[in-house]
């Protein structure tokens, strides 16, 4: 497996179990909205694992962008 494959996937499994785990209460499960809205619906933590898993993944799309140039 590519090395961007696996950090893309780490990344989304990241940010998944940060908005599973760490939703504010009354927020739906599925939710899709802006990273600078994320403290609305999620608590400090799920925050940290959702900006975190989304920068893992950016960088997994970079790594496998570069391999192809």
Same mark, same amino acid.
């Given at each position: 497996?590519?090395?961007g ?8 499994v990241?940010?998944?179990s ?6 504010q209460p $009354?927020? #739906?499960?599925? +939710?899709? !909205?802006?990273?600078?809205? &994320?403290s609305?619906y ?5 925050v940290?694992?959702?900006?975190? $898993?989304? #920068?893992?993944? +950016?960088? !997994?799309v970079?790594?496998? &962008?570069l391999?192809h140039v």
């Open positions: 497996m590519n090395i494959i696996a950090l893309v996937l780490a990344g989304l990241q940010s998944f940060g908005f599973i785990f760490f939703r $009354g927020v #739906s499960f599925l +939710f899709f !909205g802006p990273v600078w809205r &994320a609305k999620l608590t400090p933590p799920g940290a694992l959702w900006v975190g $898993g989304s #920068s893992v993944g +950016f960088v !997994g970079l790594i496998m &962008a391999q």
